[in-house]
C-alpha cells in the first residue's frame, strides 16, 4: 500500500481486531455479492495520513479490485479514530458503487479527490493482489513490517497519552447508543 502524501513515510498497521471487525461487517454487507469470493481490509496510519484498502477477490481470480481511501488529518485538530470510520464508510459506499457497476474503467486509478461527509477524501481504485504483493516482497527480501513506525511514535506511551495524540478523548467511550462498538455500521 502506497499512501498519497509524499511525506508519509513512517506508520503503524491498523490493529488485526479493527481490521477484521470491519471485514466482518463488509462480508455481512455484501453476502451476496460476494458469494464465495474474499473481502480483505488493510490500512495503515501515517503522522498526517490514515490509509485504508478495502477489495474484494473472486473466487480463483488472480486479481483483487477495490479502493485505497487516504484522509489527511492534523493532530490536536482531528480524532482519528472518526476519520478511520468516515475512510471505512467511504470504503463501503465506493464498493457498493463497483458491485453494481459493470465496467470497472469508470473509477479513478489515480488519486481523485472527493467530497465525503463534508470532508475532503482522496480514493482510487486498485487491482493490486495484496498476497501476490507480499509474497513478492519476501522473495525480494523486502521485510513487511521494514517501515515501521519509529522516531515520533512512543512505543512506552500510555493508551491515554496515544489517544490524546491522535485527537481523541481519552474518556470518550467507543460504543454508540445500541452498546455496539463504534466500528459497526
Known sequence: MEPRLKNSKKWTALPEEFLKQVQSVFNESFAKEIGKGTI????????????VRVSYKAPKALKQKG???SVAYKVPKDNVLKLLHLAVDAGASLMEQMF???????????WEEVQF???????????????????ANRLL???EGEDLAEGD????????????????DPDEDDTDE????????
Not at 40 to 51: A, D, N, R, S, T
Not at 117 to 130: D, Q, S
Not at 178 to 185: C, F, P, Q, Y
Open 67 to 69: 479502493f485505497d481511501i
Open 153 to 168: 511514535w512512543d512505543d512506552d506511551a500510555e493508551p491515554d497519552e496515544i489517544k490524546a495524540r491522535l485527537g481523541i
Open 100 to 110: 453494481a457497476s459493470e465496467d470497472e474503467t469508470e473509477f479513478a486509478v489515480l
Open 141 to 143: 527480501g523486502l521485510a
Open 117 to 135: 461527509e463534508n470532508r475532503t477524501i482522496y480514493v482510487r481504485f486498485n487491482t493490486a493482489n495484496n498476497k501476490l504483493e507480499s509474497e
Open 40 to 51: 480483505e481490509v488493510q490500512g495503515k496510519i501515517f503522522p498526517e495520513e490514515i490509509l
Open 178 to 185: 445500541d452498546g455496539k462498538g463504534s466500528t459497526e455500521h
